[in-house]
């Protein structure tokens, strides 16, 4: 595999399920990320892990919690969704220089997710 | 916090023809701005970008110009083509290190033949 892979592709949940997004990067990146994509809302940020650091969206709900065990694997875990939570999740992989900018975001192919 | 505005949302062009696309954004400390494009199905690809120490980027038949001043900055295609259809995103960073990006909501560009 190359690049940025997710999995599921697809996943059907109910409300009160608990499930994980994982993320994979073969690309030797340091910096990982989580967006959200609903129609006619633009790309939305939710978590970044860069060199260590930790940056999260302030308006993501508590029901999402990320996890990055190492630069090269990301996962989200989901609980008691709501429908509304029904998106396309994106992950990415990016390489930041140590006290530098980051490079261009590699992205993968999603999770479609649908909450009933 | 940063809000980033992007116009229009829709764009149809003649094959060919020229297509720009605008973004304004809020914070004045953004020092990065990258523009993705992404077709019907596919992941987001990154097309260019540019930071705030510069005022122009070419490459090929795509170009971005950054005006510092008014907040804004924009995407320029030229001779359009049917491959060139997508929806195209612009964003801001809103840290130092640019990994935290706000998108714009994006412009549908159809180009016909």
């Known amino acids: 595999e190359t690049g940025v892979t997710q999995t599921p592709r697809h996943l059907v949940m109910g409300m009160t399920n608990k499930k994980s997004l994982k993320c994979e990067q073969h690309l030797g990146h340091n910096a990982m990320y989580w967006y959200k994509q609903s129609a006619k809302k633009p790309l939305e940020l939710m978590f970044v892990?860069?060199?260590?650091?930790?940056?999260e969206n302030n308006s993501v709900p508590s029901r999402f919690s990320p996890e990055c065990p190492n630069s090269s694997h990301l996962f989200l875990h989901l609980h008691t969704l709501q429908p509304e939570d029904s998106a396309l999740y994106l992950c990415?992989?990016?390489?930041?220089?140590?006290?530098?900018?980051?490079?261009?975001?590699?992205f993968g192919p999603g999770t479609r997710l649908t909450v009933l | 916090g940063e809000n980033v505005e992007q116009h229009p949302s829709t764009l149809s062009v003649q094959e060919g023809d020229s297509a720009v696309i605008k973004c304004t954004y809020s914070?004045?400390?953004?020092?990065?701005f990258p523009w993705y494009k992404q077709e019907l199905g596919k992941r987001p690809q990154l097309i260019i970008d540019i930071r705030s120490n510069v005022g122009e980027k070419k490459d090929q038949r795509i170009a971005v110009t950054l005006n510092k001043t008014a907040k804004h900055f924009s995407l320029h295609i030229t001779e359009t083509q049917p491959e060139d259809s997508a929806v195209y995103f612009c964003a801001a960073s809103v840290n130092q290190a640019g990994t935290a990006l706000i998108f714009g909501k994006g412009t549908t560009l159809s180009v016909s033949s």
């Open positions: 914070d004045s400390a953004s020092n990065y």
């Open positions: 990415a992989s990016s390489q930041r220089a140590s006290g530098g900018a980051t490079g261009e975001q590699f």
């Open positions: 892990y860069s060199l260590e650091e930790r940056v």
